[in-house]
């Protein structure tokens, strides 16, 4: 189970930390992703994390979002910062192992930007 925590409503280049604590899974082996998902477009992935701790993040989102874990508290975290008004989605933490495809999934907290 993977609950997410954390959306909310904040003002255009404000900042928010969201949360995913995860049970039932080995959860330090697995890599761990944050998408999103807009109204009208498609989920995207914006942020992941390997078991071992490697980063990789969405164009959109480098410099601005930063994605953690950790393994003690079975929980991956995104700080997002400098949020624009197109940061505006459902985020969703999803975890795969090794090269699967994400098969465990949140469901979902809305952040919402605002001008």
């Known amino acids: 189970q993977l609950v997410e925590s954390g959306g909310g409503l904040v003002q255009s280049g404000g900042s928010l930390r969201l949360s995913c604590t995860t049970s039932g899974l080995s959860f330090s082996n697995y890599n761990m992703g944050w998408f999103r998902q807009a109204p009208g477009k498609q989920r995207e992935l914006v942020a992941a994390?390997?078991?071992?701790?490697?980063?990789n993040y969405a164009d959109s989102v480098k410099g601005r979002f930063t994605i953690s874990r950790d393994n003690a508290k079975n929980t991956v975290y995104l700080q997002m910062n400098s949020l624009k008004l197109e940061d505006t989605a459902v985020y969703y933490c999803a975890a795969k192992w090794g090269s699967d495809e994400y098969r465990h999934w949140g469901q979902g907290t809305q952040v919402t930007v605002s001008s």
């Open positions: 994390i390997t078991s071992g701790g490697s980063t």
